[in-house]
């Protein structure tokens, strides 16, 4: 789960993510929410499921914005963790709505 | 409130809180926790604070390490709310410890 992947690969895997991107060796996405108080309860949801797996997003609070910066540090790049991770923390969104 | 203090006001209100530093229209303090759950749950605490303020914080969580800026970006500046903020946040840690 901590090799990185390959280009390739992380592009395939990236297409079946809805509002993901890649920025160098990060993942990346920006929810938006109706209020500050909701964002915060996904952000500790999100924390929740993170401390789960043990693999912790970078997480900016922007008021009712709230991005999630996934990357795999020791590998030096993004794994199949960071994916098990994005999809966690999209599956926590739908739970949100 | 929310009128733009100038350097030297800030200068002497920074002077007054410990940790905080001056980086141009934001106060920055960063705050390091024992474990990722625990700096979550500090993130929860200065959320109710800020949403009671109706002021709130930039929050940068880099796994146990949590920055907050603070800038009053209506007003251009930072503003007595922002110092305001800042010592909540203070006093927000020293319950949390």
């Given at each position: 789960?901590?090799?990185?992947?390959?280009?390739?690969?992380?592009?395939?895997?990236?297409?079946?993510?809805d509002g993901w991107s890649r920025?160098?060796?990060?993942?990346i996405r920006t929810f938006e929410f109706p209020s500050f108080a909701s964002g915060i309860a996904?952000?500790?949801?999100v924390a929740r499921v993170a401390d789960n797996m043990d693999h912790h997003p970078d997480i900016d609070i922007r008021y009712t914005k709230i991005s999630f910066h996934l990357s795999t540090h020791s590998a030096g790049g993004i794994t199949p963790l960071d994916l098990k991770l994005a999809a966690a923390i999209?599956?926590?969104?739908?739970d949100a709505t």
């Open positions: 789960m901590r090799t990185p992947l390959s280009d390739i690969e992380i592009q395939r895997e990236l297409s079946a993510l920025k160098g060796n990060s993942l996904f952000v500790d949801r999209d599956a926590a969104a739908a």
